[in-house]
């Protein structure tokens, strides 16, 4: 199915819902569709499929913005059900969300992938049945020491993390914004960074 101008955006982030969790690193995605919401000038205040929806536009492109009120692990019955609702075509639906493997502050826009052990990104998968959709990766680095990684990702940003988790969202709205306007190629080209600003990450990873 091909986008046109009349179909929306269905712009995702993922986390834990509950007033715990809303610092945690595991919910930087829920922190992206917040950004973006305030940067629209609007407010989640709906709830539609088990998930905390609002709209808007950017450029005159219909947006919904989404947060998965299920849990992590769930958070496929929500995304699978607006994008069925709201007749998305999978090229219209971005997911945002944590990622141990990537560096701290550092983004990646890919149009499709695996879950690599992210279980909100395997709830989507298993639930749409396909992983062909673009996905905005936030990369929050790997946990100190002999940390698990489920232990990391459930503790809060700390202070001295914040310039770098501020400048790390506001690239992400730019990106999300460039992905709309301009496509998913050109957001791909402008924000995956391949140089040796991270030391030791490969090249287009």
Aim: no cysteine; proline share 6%; aromatic share 8%.
């Amino acid at each position: 199915m091909e986008s046109n101008l009349t179909d929306p955006f269905l712009i995702t982030g993922l986390g834990n819902p509950g007033r715990q969790y809303r610092n945690n690193r595991h919910n930087v995605g829920f922190m992206l569709v917040d950004r973006l919401a305030e940067r629209l000038g609007v407010r989640f205040s709906r709830l539609e499929a088990k998930a905390l929806v609002t709209k808007g536009s950017y450029q005159n492109q219909r947006l919904i913005l989404v947060k998965p009120q299920t849990y992590m692990n769930l958070s496929g019955q929500s995304v699978a059900s607006l994008v069925k609702f709201y007749k998305i075509p999978l090229q219209n639906l971005l997911i945002a969300y944590d990622d141990v493997d990537l560096p701290f502050g550092s983004l990646r826009i890919r149009p499709g992938g695996g879950s690599a052990g992210q279980k909100g990104m395997a709830s989507i998968i298993e639930r749409l049945g396909t992983q062909d959709y673009p996905r905005l990766r936030l990369g929050i680095g790997r946990p100190p020491g002999r940390m698990e990684p489920a232990d990391y990702v459930l503790q809060d940003f700390l202070d001295a993390e914040m310039v770098t988790l501020t400048e790390m969202l506001d690239r992400a709205v730019q990106a999300v914004f460039i992905y709309i306007s301009q496509g998913l190629e050109t957001a791909m080209n402008q924000y995956n960074r391949t140089d040796d600003s991270f030391p030791g990450e490969a090249p287009g990873k």
